[in-house]
């Protein structure tokens, strides 16, 4: 009852706010929020505007081959057909050189040996990911609805990652754990009966693999899965400092004979978490955002299409706690090399009131001309049960 | 089709070396087991951490593994709160695997089974010594 309460007290503050900002601006601000400023984890998709539904993981280059040549045959052109992908070079390149150890960026134990808790904060770029697409839409806003047939490339890495040696100490300890709980289940004597099974089917069985899976499937956990629970709490945890970033492409084909460039962007962020008490999950939040944004086709106010370059910086700093987030955010928008033509700076009040209700509001100033004011408010229903976030 | 190591006329140490490609925790056993005969299986490496890998080591000679079995057991779990990601990770889990010392010299496997059971990957490999 009393949450019911608080959520109509709420909507009703809520809608006077709203009300209130109508006249001197846009009650929902259609201009750039510090949030469109993060960097994009597939930016060739990002670039395009895109959300695709169904995104190729190839393993191998053979992998990414076919999948292109039979997105074309389905296509009935040269041009693949809404084709995208998403993948990982190194497991092209060395996939030997993989295991869990250099994912997160600490040494791996020698036999017999106490395990070396040393850090490793530029882990992140041998798992730098690319993202391509080939999609045909119309991005260039003129009065023709033809599409173009466009081919975009992006990568995202994350340049340096800074968890700090107690926690790198912490991880190592838990990992080992875990290995020395997995040898043993699967040498305890349920397990290996299971195996002794299997080992003896016969390979050329065509329904080899089914036999094998449906044994399998009888295996007993542990003590895993409670170091495994473990293991992804402390990597739940954000790093002290993290530096990220993104660049992007996207050449379109504007008829049969020409190829231009149409827009190209690079995105990049420094963020940092320092925790309120020692393994506490809240946090004080500075972030760094920044985006370079180039568009060959973008129209503008006078509605006029024509080349235009972007640049966005922006920063916050907060406080995120489990229920409750506050933050100041203020962005800077350099529109064809003028400064400070367009900012904003405002105050985020985010509420977590049940494990899926949320209550947002965004309080300041906004882009487009002096004094404008924002006043917003809004009630999130969300599906999970995450903490309340800074972007 | 079985995978067969021809160990031959050699009368030295056959070695293993198995190479677990994921970006999750792994731990591996290796077993030799005489499929005509009774005897209890006998461990004969297991990975040292979590890898999964088991690092080059010979396994026993002739007169322990000729005509036997060789069954390599990898348990790995996928790390994170994403179901979607770890089933985008699970087919890409995968072994290597590497004899050597016998008259077939260095030969290297790369075609376990791979079965998955949210969030772990079951990796099972066996190789006929001849």
Same mark, same amino acid.
């Given at each position: 009852?009393?949450?019911?309460?608080?959520?109509?007290?709420? +909507?009703?503050?809520?809608?006077?706010? !709203?009300? @209130?900002?109508?006249?001197?601006?846009?009650?929902?601000?259609?201009?750039?929020?510090?949030?469109?400023?993060?960097?994009?984890?597939?930016?060739?998709?990002?670039?395009?505007?895109?959300?695709?539904?169904?995104?190729?993981?190839?393993?191998?280059?053979?992998?990414?081959?076919?999948?292109?040549?039979?997105?074309?045959?389905?296509?009935?052109?040269?041009?693949?057909?809404?084709?995208?992908?998403?993948?990982?070079?190194?497991?092209? +390149?060395?996939?030997?050189?993989?295991?869990?150890?250099?994912?997160?960026?600490?040494?791996?134990?020698?036999? &017999?040996?106490?395990?070396?808790?040393?850090?490793?904060?530029?882990?992140?770029?041998?798992?730098?990911?690319?993202?391509?697409?080939?999609?045909?839409?119309?991005?260039?806003?003129?009065?023709?609805?033809?599409?173009?047939?466009?081919?975009?490339?992006?990568?995202?890495?994350?340049?340096?990652?800074?968890?700090?040696?107690?926690?790198?100490?912490?991880?190592?300890?838990?990992?080992?754990? !875990?290995?020395?709980?997995?040898?043993?289940?699967?040498?305890?004597?349920?397990?290996?009966?299971?195996?002794?099974?299997?080992?003896?089917?016969?390979?050329?069985?065509?329904?080899?693999?089914?036999?094998?899976?449906?044994?399998?499937?009888?295996?007993?956990?542990? @003590?895993?899965?409670?170091?495994?629970?473990?293991? &992804?709490?402390?990597?739940? @945890?954000?790093?002290?400092?993290?530096?990220?970033?993104?660049?992007?492409?996207?050449?379109?084909?504007?008829?049969?004979?020409?190829?231009?460039?149409?827009?190209?962007?690079? !995105?990049?962020?420094?963020?940092?978490?320092?925790?309120?008490?020692?393994?506490?999950?809240?946090?004080?939040?500075?972030?760094?955002?920044?985006?370079?944004?180039?568009?060959?086709?973008?129209? &503008?106010?006078?509605? +006029?299409?024509?080349?235009?370059?972007?640049?966005?910086?922006?920063?916050?700093?907060?406080?995120?706690?489990?229920?409750?987030?506050?933050?100041?955010?203020?962005?800077?928008?350099?529109? &064809?090399?003028?400064?400070?033509?367009?900012?904003?700076?405002?105050? +985020?009040?985010?509420?977590?009131?049940?494990?899926?209700?949320?209550?947002?509001?965004?309080?300041?100033?906004?882009?487009?001309?002096?004094?404008?004011?924002?006043?917003?408010?809004?009630?999130? !229903?969300?599906?999970?049960?995450?903490?309340?976030?800074?972007? | 089709?079985?995978?067969?190591? $021809? *160990?031959?006329?050699?009368?030295?140490? *056959?070695?293993?070396?198995?190479?677990?490609?994921?970006?999750?925790?792994?731990?591996?056993?290796?077993?030799?087991?005489?499929?005509?005969?009774?005897?209890?299986?006998?461990?004969?490496?297991?990975?040292?951490?979590?890898?999964? $890998? *088991?690092?080059?080591?010979? *396994?026993?000679?002739?007169?322990?593994?000729?005509?036997?079995?060789?069954?390599?057991?990898?348990?790995?779990?996928?790390?994170?709160?994403?179901?979607?990601?770890?089933?985008?990770?699970?087919?890409?889990?995968?072994?290597?695997?590497?004899?050597?010392?016998?008259?077939?010299?260095?030969?290297?496997? $790369?075609?376990?089974?791979?079965?998955?059971?949210?969030? $772990?990957?079951?990796?099972?490999?066996?190789?006929?010594?001849?």
């Amino acid at each position: 009852m009393k949450k019911f309460t608080l959520l109509f007290i709420a +909507i009703i503050y809520g809608c006077t706010a !709203w009300a @209130q900002s109508g006249s001197a601006s846009t009650a929902t601000p259609t201009s750039t929020a510090i949030s469109d400023l993060v960097v994009p984890v597939s930016p060739a998709f990002s670039i395009t505007d895109i959300t695709p539904t169904l995104v190729q993981n190839p393993g191998t280059p053979k992998a990414f081959a076919l999948g292109i040549v039979e997105s074309v045959s389905q296509s009935g052109s040269a041009f693949p057909n809404n084709y995208s992908a998403e993948f990982a070079p190194i497991w092209w +390149i060395d996939p030997k050189g993989i295991n869990v150890y250099s994912y997160l960026g600490l040494p791996v134990p020698k036999k &017999n040996m106490p395990a070396s808790t040393k850090e490793n904060v530029f882990a992140g770029i041998k798992f730098t990911t690319v993202s391509i697409a080939f999609i045909n839409k119309d991005l260039i806003p003129d009065t023709s609805s033809k599409t173009q047939s466009i081919f975009s490339i992006g990568i995202h890495t994350t340049l340096v990652k800074v968890y700090g040696a107690d926690h790198a100490k912490k991880l190592a300890g838990l990992l080992d754990r !875990w290995e020395k709980s997995a040898l043993g289940e699967l040498k305890s004597s349920h397990n290996d009966s299971l195996r002794r099974l299997m080992t003896r089917l016969d390979p050329s069985d065509t329904a080899y693999k089914t036999k094998i899976a449906a044994l399998q499937k009888q295996y007993i956990e542990d @003590q895993t899965p409670v170091n495994l629970q473990a293991i &992804n709490q402390l990597l739940a @945890q954000k790093p002290y400092f993290a530096w990220d970033m993104s660049a992007a492409l996207a050449e379109y084909g504007v008829n049969n004979q020409s190829v231009q460039t149409g827009r190209a962007g690079v !995105w990049t962020s420094l963020s940092s978490n320092i925790p309120l008490g020692k393994d506490s999950t809240n946090y004080f939040n500075m972030n760094l955002l920044g985006r370079y944004l180039f568009d060959n086709f973008q129209q &503008n106010a006078q509605g +006029i299409t024509g080349r235009a370059n972007n640049i966005d910086i922006g920063g916050n700093l907060g406080f995120a706690f489990s229920k409750l987030s506050i933050a100041v955010e203020s962005l800077y928008r350099f529109v &064809n090399g003028q400064p400070n033509t367009e900012n904003r700076t405002v105050g +985020i009040i985010s509420v977590k009131l049940t494990d899926k209700l949320y209550v947002n509001g965004t309080f300041g100033k906004d882009f487009a001309g002096p004094n404008k004011l924002i006043s917003v408010f809004g009630i999130n !229903w969300g599906l999970g049960n995450e903490k309340v976030a800074l972007p | 089709m079985a995978n067969t190591y $021809n *160990i031959g006329s050699s009368t030295g140490q *056959i070695s293993l070396e198995a190479d677990i490609v994921s970006i999750g925790l792994a731990a591996s056993v290796a077993n030799i087991t005489d499929l005509a005969g009774t005897d209890p299986d006998t461990q004969v490496a297991e990975s040292t951490n979590a890898t999964g $890998n *088991i690092d080059q080591q010979p *396994i026993g000679d002739h007169t322990l593994l000729k005509g036997k079995r060789l069954s390599i057991q990898t348990k790995v779990t996928l790390l994170g709160d994403d179901a979607a990601a770890r089933a985008t990770q699970a087919p890409n889990v995968t072994g290597s695997y590497t004899l050597s010392g016998g008259d077939d010299g260095d030969k290297t496997y $790369n075609n376990p089974v791979n079965t998955y059971q949210d969030p $772990n990957v079951f990796l099972f490999f066996v190789v006929d010594l001849t």
